[in-house]
């Protein structure tokens, strides 16, 4: 067993071609940056059964390929980066050789990434978890802007995707009270719309009142900002916030912000 910081490895047997790719990285933030506009990273429901650390896999490999990539955070304990980099390199000269990415990085076990070695589907959705599951400290750490807010106004906006397909979201008007994670384009006393991504259609159901945002009530909320390159970002611009970007304004998450921004090194990416 040995431990290293990438691998990118291809096995030949018989008549067919077998391609393993492993690769790990340290990142102070768990998400796609503007420094970092290529990771891919899973979404903020990962962080509930491992806060330090997110995996991925593409959806276009082909039969006979595998590909994960680990991405943990630059204070994960040595440990748990020990595990989450220990190749088992001893598969390949084996009487029967590497047959699957868990035989390279027995880690990726828990992770279910090709439970079907000859499906290069991604895995399906699965029910999301209670946001409550999720770390704040960790959230907070990934997030690029964090804002404290007061609710204001919600309706319910409908209309159509570029697609074909209808939607209605909930968009809520609220008032910027203060930037907690600095340079954020909102300023304090600002008024802007918080528009959550929530396909009310059939989904509605699955979120708790808790991911909602209540008029006359006080929220931390984690908007999107520029990380995928692909719209600017003004004091202006609505504050776009993914499943589980909302919390209560309270003492207790205050306290698990601050131990978030801790983990920020302004001096790496």
Same mark, same amino acid.
């Given at each position: 067993m040995k431990r290293v910081t990438s691998v990118d490895t291809i096995l030949h047997f018989d008549d067919f071609d077998w391609t393993f790719s492993v690769a790990a990285g340290s990142y102070q933030r768990l998400r796609r940056t503007l420094e970092n506009p290529f990771l891919y990273m899973g979404g903020d429901e990962s962080l509930a059964g491992h806060p330090y650390y997110k995996v991925g896999r593409p959806g276009g490999?082909?039969?006979?390929?595998? /590909?994960v990539s680990?991405?943990?955070s630059t204070h994960t304990p040595p440990a748990e980066i020990e595990r989450l980099t220990s190749y088992d390199f001893s598969c390949f000269t084996r009487f029967n050789p590497c047959a699957q990415i868990v035989d390279l990085l027995p880690a990726a076990q828990e992770w279910h990434l090709y439970d079907n070695a000859y499906d290069s589907s991604p895995p399906k959705p699965r029910p999301p978890i209670p946001c409550s599951? /999720?770390?704040v400290w960790a959230q907070a750490r990934d997030a690029r802007y964090v804002l404290a807010v007061e609710a204001l106004s919600t309706k319910i906006a409908k209309g159509r995707e570029e697609y074909g397909g209808e939607y209605r979201r909930e968009v809520t008007q609220v008032r910027v009270v203060s930037s907690l994670k600095e340079p954020a384009p909102w300023l304090p006393g600002a008024v802007v719309s918080a528009d959550l991504l929530y396909w009310l259609n059939h989904q509605l159901s699955?979120?708790?009142e808790d991911e909602h945002l209540v008029p006359g009530r006080r929220y931390i909320v984690f908007p999107i900002g520029n990380d995928d390159r692909d719209r600017l970002v003004t004091k202006d611009s609505p504050l776009k916030l993914e499943r589980c970007g909302v919390q209560e304004d309270t003492p207790e998450i205050r306290?698990?912000?601050?131990?978030?921004?801790?983990q920020n090194d302004t001096l790496r990416p």
């Open positions: 490999c082909k039969i006979a390929c595998q /590909i680990v991405y943990y599951n /999720i770390p699955l979120w708790s306290r698990e912000l601050e131990k978030g921004f801790a």
